[in-house]
């Protein structure tokens, strides 16, 4: 799953207010609130958008993948090639 780096977020927000960044990134202000209070992962939709608002703005600066539970590190990181 895809989060928000909150802090690097937060950062890039400045002073604008809630309503002028949620339209700088072509959202609504409550999807901009569930992202920023990690109540809401980040889909494709938005990551696209916060591309087109901000181009020089590296992703892996703001994004970060957390994972889901217990059995993804024995589903995805077993077969990594190292098993054979």
Same mark, same amino acid.
């Given at each position: 799953?895809?989060?928000?780096?909150?802090?690097?977020?937060?950062?890039?927000?400045?002073?604008?207010?809630?309503?002028?960044?949620?339209?700088?990134?072509?959202?609504?202000?409550?999807?901009?609130?569930?992202?920023? !209070?990690?109540? =809401?992962?980040?889909? %494709?939709?938005?990551?696209?958008?916060?591309?087109?608002?901000?181009?020089?703005?590296?992703?892996?600066?703001?994004?970060?993948?957390?994972?889901?539970?217990?059995?993804?590190?024995?589903?995805? !990181?077993?077969? =990594?090639?190292?098993? %054979?």
């Amino acid at each position: 799953m895809i989060r928000m780096n909150v802090p690097a977020f937060l950062d890039l927000q400045g002073d604008i207010s809630d309503a002028e960044f949620a339209r700088r990134l072509g959202v609504s202000r409550s999807q901009l609130w569930r992202i920023r !209070g990690e109540k =809401s992962a980040v889909g %494709g939709n938005f990551i696209e958008k916060f591309m087109i608002a901000y181009p020089d703005m590296p992703l892996n600066a703001n994004l970060f993948c957390q994972k889901c539970g217990a059995n993804d590190t024995e589903e995805h !990181g077993r077969h =990594s090639g190292k098993d %054979g």
